[in-house]
């Protein structure tokens, strides 16, 4: 019961921020910036990836490379 007051109350206030920011025209820079904080997220999500990617990689190299010269032996 309380998580749904809670729930109430948060859906509340930002119904009544976003409500305000349209009354004073600045809901189009919030949608800029939230469509900014999007791009940004979504590229340092993908550089993310690609860094543990390219680790990973360079780990399975290494590996292969220790038991190659350790059965070359």
Do not use: P
């Not at 109430?8 to 949608?31: N, P, S």
């Amino acid at each position: 019961m309380k998580d749904l007051i809670l729930g109430l109350f948060v859906g509340a206030a930002i119904g009544y921020v976003v409500g305000m920011a349209k009354e004073r025209g600045t809901m189009d820079d919030l949608c800029d910036e939230v469509n900014d904080l999007g791009r940004r997220t979504k590229r340092l999500f993908k550089n993310a990836v690609d860094k543990t990617k390219n680790q990973a990689e360079y780990l399975k190299d290494s590996a292969e490379y220790e038991i190659n010269k350790a059965q070359s032996m």
